[in-house]
């Protein structure tokens, strides 16, 4: 790649950095969009509830987003990964992890988070098939089948309470003791909500959809569905590196407009908020890029 400068680095190439990649090249700024090629939904076989395009494989919408983003001539896409940043008098500095350097006004974090699954065999093979993460995202298409949800304590109540709506068989599995309280476990038997509190031993899945649940016991029990909230990490650790200050769920702290604790350094996607969807990370990587563009306005007019 011949031009190391620009004005915009975005560091992650799904739908939050082609969205902020859009707006910035629409305005003719100079912007090097940086991904690996590994989108977390990779296995996902649909992507819903974002009007328009309800349905689609999400690797067709990245698809049809780069192939759009690659119309704009300011715009270059790299196939690499940010190994390390650092603050320079006139930016900031990348480098990538095949060692070239590119400098930036401007940092972009379109970076999304990483899942950690548990050790429980045929989970991660079924997860974003069978075992999901959003009854937004994917609820309608496992309404009225008999659902695990595989978590414990307030999350999993929260999550109970917006699958409820979706399915009246719905069992909570805790993995092993419960974290509930009296009052927790009186709304959950109101609803006719089991609690299971066995240890899981494996997912007994075909090509990742769920046919048994398999418990330490060696008893089993048919689902069709299962919910699954679960820790995650950051894909990178550069924004916290240069400063950037991260929430108590451990999400990329930023303001309404994307604009992260550390100037000139934004956030948008998956890696900022807990809403994780397709439509939000198009949303919010759009309002990190007009900010930036306007920034960088700013500073020249």
């Known amino acids: 790649m011949e031009n190391q400068v620009f004005e915009v680095i975005i ?17 003719l700024r100079k912007v090097l969009v940086i991904d690996s090629g ?31 983003v690659e119309q704009y001539n300011t715009i270059s896409l790299l196939k690499d990964v940010a190994h390390k940043g650092r603050k320079t008098p006139l930016g ?8 070239k350097t590119f400098t930036a006004k401007k940092l972009i974090f379109a970076s999304g988070v990483k899942d950690i699954m548990p050790k429980i065999k045929g ?20 309404k009225t089948v008999k659902t695990a949800l595989i978590g414990n304590g307030d999350r999993a109540l929260h999550l109970a309470s917006l699958v409820h709506n979706l399915t009246n068989e719905l069992t909570i599995l805790t993995n092993g003791p419960m974290d509930f309280n009296e009052s927790q476990l009186k709304k959950l038997k109101a ?4 609690v299971i509190e066995k240890e899981i031993l494996e997912i007994e899945h075909r090509n990742g959809y769920i046919e048994k649940i398999v418990f330490r016991d060696g008893s089993k029990e048919r689902f069709l569905a299962a919910y699954a909230p679960l820790p995650f990490e950051q894909h990178t650790s550069i924004p916290m590196e240069l400063g950037c200050k991260l929430t108590e769920d451990g999400h990329i702290k930023t303001d309404n407009f994307q604009q992260t604790t550390v100037q000139d350094i934004f956030a948008c996607g998956d890696n900022s908020s807990p809403m994780r969807s397709v439509a939000y990370a198009v949303s919010t ?13 700013d500073e020249q007019f």
């Not at 560091?11 to 305005?27: F, K, V």
């Not at 309800?54 to 919408?61: H, M, T, V, Y």
């Not at 989970?123 to 496992?142: D, K, M, N």
């Not at 990587?285 to 306005?297: D, R």
């Open 11 to 27: 560091i992650g190439g799904s739908y939050a950095g082609l969205s902020a990649a859009m707006c910035l090249g629409r305005s």
């Open 191 to 194: 609803n006719n909500i089991e």
């Open 38 to 68: 590994q989108p977390c939904n990779e296995q996902t076989p649909h992507s819903h509830n974002f009007l328009t395009q309800d349905g689609k494989r999400p690797k067709e919408i990245s698809i049809i987003a780069k192939q759009q």
């Open 92 to 99: 900031f500095e990348i480098i990538t992890q095949s060692n």
């Open 123 to 142: 989970f991660s093979t079924s997860w974003g098939i069978s075992v999901i993460h959003c009854p937004y995202c994917h609820g309608y298409e496992y």
């Open 285 to 297: 990587g759009n309002i990190a890029g007009a900010m930036v563009n306007k920034e960088l306005t």
